[in-house]
């Protein structure tokens, strides 16, 4: 008989399928699942991040989903904090936590926990911010580049709030931020527990029909309407949940630059895209604990 796990991990890009077999795990061993998209973590977009729906959320409970405001960065501390504290009222309940998503720095610190950096200054990281709405994260990058060309170089131009996080690091503390990766980390979360891990990978073609349907479908299901709702609130321009996919896409149509259909064909390339990328980052990441499988 197979003994049943502290925790099950899985993993894998979207459209993949983790949802439902997170809900076939949970059912299985009694476990809960637990929010690890960075995504999902968001409210008002439920549709557009395919977040669990009611009937799922009917059969299993559910953590994490909707959570952070809107206005406010939510790091990948800040969710092994609010992680932690759920996994430890589920294992209390004598249940099973059950982590699903596709972030793969939040499933990284649950295993390896997570390396301590030093308070930044409030009037340095305030400075970057307002640089990055006002410049632009190509330009950041450059300014990484010229202190940090290491550190800039592991960084993709787009990614604006990682460069500005490489950024307030080094000019708040005179150190680069792999300074203070390559320290000791936290103690992980899940340190001498038993888990199943799983990534789901399927075939490239399989993959991109299921983004394809999936898109159309959160095009019927109000898609554009979540968009219009979210873009009404004005919030800060580098909110973190302005950059789901599908946000800006949806907001040329409503805002007459695209047809619905050049809209819909950019969320799908801009899906795929994303797909590529999450794909790539679990095979290089992820070691021979991690079970990989190709369809649910």
């Known amino acids: 008989m197979v003994q049943r796990p502290d ?10 399928g983790k949802s439902k077999l997170a809900i076939e795990e949970a059912l299985r061993w009694d476990g809960e699942i637990v929010n690890t998209d960075s995504m999902q973590i968001y409210p008002v977009l439920d549709i557009l991040t395919a977040r669990p729906d009611a009937e799922d959320l009917a059969k299993v409970p559910h953590h994490l989903y909707g959570t952070a405001a ?9 969710w092994m ?16 936590p059950v982590f699903v998503g596709g972030t793969g720095l939040y499933f990284r610190g649950l295993e390896n926990g997570l390396a301590a950096t030093p308070e930044i200054p409030s009037e340095i990281r305030d400075k970057i911010r307002t640089d990055l709405i006002e ?4 330009k950041l990058h450059l300014q990484l580049a010229e202190i940090d060309p290491d550190g800039a170089a592991k960084l993709r131009p787009s990614d604006g709030h990682r460069i500005a996080r490489a950024l307030e690091v080094i000019r708040g ?8 990766q390559n320290l000791p980390h936290s103690r992980p979360l899940l340190a001498e527990k038993s888990c199943q891990k799983t990534v789901l990978m399927p075939p490239r ?3 991109h029909d299921r983004i394809n349907m999936r898109t159309d479908w959160m095009i019927e299901q109000g898609a554009v309407a979540e968009v219009e709702a979210l873009l009404g609130l004005e919030l800060p321009a580098d909110a973190t949940v302005l950059k789901a996919i599908g946000v800006r896409q949806l907001g040329s149509y409503l805002h007459g630059k695209l047809s619905l259909k050049q809209a819909t064909e950019q969320v ?5 895209q994303y797909a590529k990328r999450q794909s790539t980052w679990f095979n290089g990441q992820f070691d021979a604990d991690w079970r990989f499988r190709d369809i649910v």
């Open 7 to 16: 925790a099950i991990l899985i993993a894998g890009p979207t459209a993949s």
């Open 70 to 78: 809107l206005d406010e960065p939510y790091s990948v501390a800040r």
């Open 81 to 96: 904090e609010d992680a932690s504290v759920v996994a430890q009222q589920i294992w209390s309940r004598g249940r099973v």
């Open 135 to 138: 410049l632009g994260s190509e």
């Open 173 to 180: 503390t005179n150190r680069p931020l792999s300074h203070y």
């Open 205 to 207: 073609n399989v993959l």
């Open 268 to 272: 799908k390339a801009a899906t795929r």
